[in-house]
């Protein structure tokens, strides 16, 4: 299932990791996490397992929960979340992105092989929260009752079709 969150009063600001994560508690030890076109505002950067010189990092359990426990606002970014039991395969040429990607609007796209959990960070105004595990979708979906069911627009859908069959040619 798929989410979008757009107005909320459960988030101090959008993509406050802190809050947005709190449904999902009990399942965030069992995964690695692979950040990639992030762009963010903090004031705690030093103190933060990123290095924002890289165009993506893996972070552990315990280094995701670090970021979540400081104040930091994604503005962008994409963020995934692997079970450990799998190794994060990235292909450098090919980093998952939002910013200009119309792929994180169709339903059930989660741009990493392996990963449970996408959350796509869109310029501070939208977060998209995409899961492959329905207990998942719906113990986030309980907790943010006023997540709207992400559906892929007609418009979209169509231009997807249209790009794909001039990619064909």
Not at 1 to 27: D, G, V
Not at 113 to 120: R, V
Not at 127 to 156: G, H, Q
Request: charge should be negative; charged fraction near 25%; proline fraction near 4%.
């Amino acid at each position: 299932m798929n989410w979008i969150i757009r107005k909320t009063n459960k988030l101090k600001y959008h993509t406050n990791l802190f809050e947005l994560t709190k449904p999902l508690q009990q399942y965030i030890d069992n995964y690695n996490w692979l950040f990639s076109d992030l762009d963010f505002i903090t004031d705690n950067l030093p103190d933060l397992p990123i290095n924002y010189d890289n165009d993506y990092f893996i972070l552990s359990s315990d280094n995701f929960k670090e970021i979540i426990n400081k104040d930091v606002q994604i503005v962008w970014g994409a963020l995934l979340a692997v079970p450990k039991h799998y190794e994060i395969e990235v292909d450098e040429l090919h980093l998952p992105f939002v910013e200009g990607n119309d792929a994180i609007w169709k339903n059930g796209n989660i741009q990493l092989k392996n990963a449970d959990i996408e959350i796509d960070c869109f310029d501070s105004s939208y977060t998209i929260i995409k899961f492959r595990n329905e207990d998942m979708s719906n113990v986030f979906k309980s907790y943010f009752d006023e997540a709207i069911k992400f559906r892929t627009p007609v418009l979209v859908t169509i231009i997807l079709c249209i790009l794909s069959l001039v990619v064909e040619k």
